[in-house]
């Protein structure tokens, strides 16, 4: 059993961030093409 202060709280959150960072900006760019597209799609 670990308690709270034998985890290595600064690599989970190092974990948590590069596996997160990826994934925001790949929803940015996603979203920006998808309004460009439903925009295009709206004014033909």
């Known amino acids: 059993f670990m308690s709270g202060y034998d985890l290595p709280w600064g690599q989970i959150m190092a974990t948590g961030t590069m596996i ?15 309004v460009r597209g439903l925009t295009m799609g709206a004014i033909k």
């Open 20 to 34: 997160a960072l990826p994934v925001i900006i790949f929803s940015i760019i996603v979203s920006r093409q998808f």
